[in-house]
């Protein structure tokens, strides 16, 4: 790829976590009115209903995490410090993040079986994401050795 071409992807990507991070706080706002609507269009009682906001209100912040952590990882993308111990924490981060989500999606799913399908996809994503930052991981420590050795 080619650096205009380079540069254009992660412009478009930082773009996007910022449309993110706003849509985020949309979603802050409306959690417990949209929480209310749908319990009454499903029928469903509101004993449940403060845990169900919770478990979205926490699920909402751990999301921010993964947002801010995503654009700084972009930044070290930009900088061209991808294959470092700085790039290797905010994957770290992001996956960590992937797998709380999971835990509150898995809660959710008591409610709400669609939940379990978003939990899952968030397993899988942390593996993926686990499995990147490995990969990174031993890439910064070979380039470290190389930048020692010359």
């Known amino acids: 790829m080619n ?24 979603i802050a706002i409306v959690i417990p009115r949209a929480t209310e609507r749908y319990l009454a269009y499903k029928g469903m009682g509101t004993e449940h209903r403060t845990l169900i906001i919770i478990l979205l209100y ?4 751990i999301a921010y995490v993964a947002d801010i952590a995503l654009f700084k990882l ?12 700085k790039s290797v924490s905010k ?11 999971a835990v509150c999606y898995a809660a959710l799913a008591s409610f709400f079986i669609f ?4 939990a899952f996809a968030a397993i899988f994503m942390g593996a993926v994401l686990s499995v990147v930052r490995n990969v990174i991981a031993k890439a910064a420590e070979i380039k470290e050795e190389n930048d020692g050795t010359i």
């Open 3 to 26: 650096k205009s071409n380079e540069s254009f992807a992660i412009n478009v990507s930082a773009v996007l976590t910022v449309i993110i991070f706003l849509a985020l706080t949309m």
């Open 58 to 61: 926490i699920s909402d912040m």
């Open 74 to 85: 972009l930044k070290d993308v930009k900088t061209g410090e991808v294959f470092s111990a």
């Open 91 to 101: 994957l770290t981060m992001l996956s960590a993040c992937c797998f709380a989500e």
């Open 115 to 118: 939940s379990a399908a978003i």
